[in-house]
Nanobody, 119 residues
Framework: VQLVESGGGLVQPGGSLRLSCAAS????????MSWYRQAPGKERELVATITSVGGSSNYEDSTKGRFTISRDNIKNTVYLQMNSLKPEDTAVYYC?????????????WGQGTQVTVSS
């Protein structure tokens, strides 16, 4: 199982970035996919989730209207489009794949990609 994030970097306030998370080794379309972030000295927090069935999404309040999560079940990739970035968006961003069945829960994390918003 692998989740490989990419697309992070340094961007000025007001700028945009698009993060990607390429998945392999598991049936991607059956998993809910999420982006989390962790800023220095803070706990990891949920940014956005997109479901396996129906592709509905939800967002952390501070990112609503600025971030968009999407998925491509052919490419086994989940994306996070981030617009109007603010310095407080600076964090390591992680991809998570999760699935619950009657018997067990499957839970995988990527290694993270750094996003720095600074002038």
């Amino acid at each position: 199982v692998q989740l490989v994030e990419s697309g992070g970097g340094l961007v000025q306030p007001g700028g945009s970035l698009r993060l990607s998370c390429a998945a392999s080794g598991f049936p991607f379309s059956n998993y809910d996919m999420s982006w989390y972030r962790q800023a220095p000295g803070k706990e990891r927090e949920l940014v956005a989730t997109i479901t396996s069935v129906g592709g509905s999404s939800n967002y952390e309040d501070s990112t609503k209207g600025r971030f968009t999560i999407s998925r491509d079940n052919i490419k086994n990739t989940v994306y996070l489009q981030m617009n109007s970035l603010k310095p407080e968006d600076t964090a390591v961003y992680y991809c998570r794949a999760r699935r619950r069945t009657v018997l067990r829960e499957y839970d995988y994390w990527g290694q993270g990609t750094q996003v720095t918003v600074s002038s």
